[in-house]
């Protein structure tokens, strides 16, 4: 019995072509699952879960930027104007009397109605729901 | 063999795996942006991150890239990227600017949203170029009034109240007149679709970017050279500099039909607005072109004309009146009034309800300006944001006659020397 086995040469070329295809087989299927894996641009996000309600007292209005939207905490309750100017789509400013478009100079009103074009349309109210897990939500469609 | 030959195989398909991984690692990450006025992601900003926002009114957020300069949103390799753009890096070249700024919410609405700004910039005669075409077929005798028929480009206006509604295109080839024929070959770089002259001075973008897009620095000292790849700007404050790359840097000669470059380089405004031979009164050099010369005037209005002298009609009377009148003025009482939208777009003034603005005779505002509490007026530089206060001639020594408001006959009294 040969206790010091030394490999033959068919036995080496053996494993290295088993060895380079196992490589090339990972890294075939890394490449495939990548490719199963990509995902398409998601869509804009339509649903904002803005946490407890207690967050937004009575008599607040709070400019939310990521939405982009302002939301009013008033006696009737909570309400929502979407801050994206009806003219162009440019995110409009909350003053002091109203909101400032920067990017062609549109006015509107507290309510959100136009006080000074180019914008024909007042800003779009958005809807706004407490769901069952108590948190209060804004929907932008 | 057949091992030799199992093993070549394998090494050549992870080599061929390995090269492309690294393939992909050489593109970057991609880096969406969803413009709200699409709604359709695009990748430019993977490379073009850097690059400043156009203006206050084209955020990127909001217009993207696409929208304007068109090409390939989704595309990583540069070239496949840029491969379907509008116009090259100028989406406002006449031959695209439709495509690329029209729309009727956006530069092609109507004169009501003042939004035509297309139309009325294609048919003005720095694009038509129709006065200088006319000039020289009625000097040369090939037509015989000085009334334009022929523009760079063909373009009708139906209902154009200037008397004429078209222009057939300009095409030196076709015409035989030796003189018209050279004019066409040496005279035709300073219309909005030209390109410029070789030389930094001369340097400017066509179409709409000839004028918006500076690419000339406001102040000669300055060392700056910009490229063009790197001026990412759209403005209405516009400098001298920019308008003089084709006005004041030389002259036609009739002789030859060729054009005579001015020879001095001088680097202050006062010897470098105008060529040498000009005469001027101090606010031709100390304010800047647009301060005094309206968007109507430089724009057009939307009809066809046959001369600058056509559309341009500001005199020194629109801000300074006469012995016997003073400017006409309008008070700010309407939110929806054009000044407040020109001031919004160049912000040199901080213009409210009530303010009372100077007007000229066809009622554009001249919303840089103001009446101030004590009677006498100011403008503010639309490209400096300088101050000029400055006083009516009415109880002024001046002894104008006042119906001539010629400049000659202004600058009889008032011109400066250099």
Known sequence: MNKNPEITRRD??????????????????????????????????????????????????????????????SLGGFSALSLVCTHLGCTVESQVDGFACPCHGSRFDLKGNVSRGPAGKPLNSLKTAITSDGNLHLYTS | MRRYFLLAASLALLLALLFVAW??????????????????????????????????????????????????????????AHSTMRGGSNPSDFSVVQASCGSDKC??????????????????????????????????????????????????????????????????????????KAFGQNCLTCHLSAQPMPGSVYFRFTGCAACHTPTQSADRT????????????????????????CHNRGNYDLRSITFTPRQDLPIDRLHDYYQPIAQFTSCEWMLDCVD??????????????????????????????????????????????LAFRLALINPVVDLKLGDTILVTGKNEPLWNTCVLPD????????????????????????????????????????????
């Open chain 1, 12 to 73: 080496f070329l053996k494993l290295a072509s088993k060895a380079v295809l196992t490589a090339a087989g990972l890294l075939g299927l890394g490449g495939l699952f990548r490719f199963l894996d990509t995902q398409t641009e998601p869509s804009p996000q339509t649903d904002f879960d803005l946490g407890l309600p207690a967050k937004y007292p009575l008599g607040s209005r709070t400019v939310l930027a990521d939405v982009p939207a302002l939301l009013v905490h």
């Open chain 2, 375 to 418: 009677g006498i007026y100011q403008l503010v530089g639309k490209a400096t944001g300088e101050v000029f206060p400055f006083k009516p001639v009415m109880g002024s020594a001046c002894t104008q006659n006042g119906t001539d408001q010629t400049s000659a006959y202004c600058h009889t009294c008032h011109s400066v020397t250099r």
């Open chain 2, 23 to 80: 393939y992909e690692k050489l593109h970057p990450k991609p880096v969406p942006l969803t413009p709200t006025l699409t709604g359709q992601v695009e990748y430019c900003l993977t490379c073009h991150s850097d690059l400043a926002q156009i203006s206050n009114s084209h955020p990127v957020q909001t217009f993207g890239c696409v929208l304007c300069h068109s090409g390939e949103p989704l595309a990583l390799d540069a070239n496949l």
């Open chain 2, 292 to 337: 005094c010369h309206t968007r109507t005037e430089a724009m057009g209005d939307g009809n066809l004309y046959s001369s600058k002298l056509d559309i341009q009609y500001i005199q020194c009377k629109t801000c300074h009146g006469t012995l016997t009148e003073l400017p006409q003025t309008r008070p700010l009482t309407d939110p929806n009034d």
């Open chain 2, 107 to 180: 530069h092609s609405g109507t004169p009501e949203s003042y939004s035509n700004h297309i139309q009325r910039a294609t048919t003005s005669i720095q694009a038509t170029y129709a006065g200088a075409i006319a000039n020289i077929m009625f000097t040369f005798g090939v037509q015989p009034d000085l009334t334009a028929r022929l523009g760079i480009f063909s373009v009708q206006v139906p209902g154009s109240t200037s008397g004429i509604t078209a222009l057939a295109a300009f095409d030196p080839a076709q015409e035989t007149n030796p003189y018209v």
């Open chain 2, 222 to 245: 300055s060392t700056q050279q910009l490229q063009s790849s790197q001026i990412h700007k759209l403005t209405t404050s516009i400098s001298y500099t920019q308008c003089d790359t």
